[in-house]
């Protein structure tokens, strides 16, 4: 199946819903990233919005702080994640598996 070719207009579209999402998707990890957002409300909010849905779940990991990509890639594959999988993918065991790893540790 071929893709109908697009007006000059309609590419133009595309290209700004595009960058819309790249930049919503940035906004919400970086508010993950100094402490806003915790993961939880990150996961919350890829239910109801289909931009954030479709962020890659190792790069939210990655924008926690003190994560980076050894520790996502370990963390995933220990919750038997796949590499390629998106917010919205994930089942209910493996989202709160993630939430619980990552939950604020309480200091005593």
């Known amino acids: 199946m071929t893709i109908p070719p697009l007006s000059d207009e309609q590419r133009q579209q595309a290209r700004q819903a ?53 520790r996502a890639d370990r963390v995933m594959k220990r919750l038997d994640i796949a590499a390629n999988r998106r917010l919205r993918g994930l089942g209910r065991h493996q989202a709160s598996a993630l939430v619980a790893e990552f939950a604020p540790r309480k200091r005593t």
């Not at 993961?39 to 790069?59: G, N, Q």
């Open 18 to 70: 595009a960058t819309h999402a790249r930049r919503q998707r940035a906004a919400v990890k970086h508010r993950l990233r100094t402490g806003e957002l915790s993961l939880a409300e990150v996961l919350a909010i890829a239910d109801t919005d289909d931009v954030i849905a479709h962020a890659k779940v190792v790069d939210v990991l990655k924008s926690l702080p003190r994560v980076g990509a050894v």
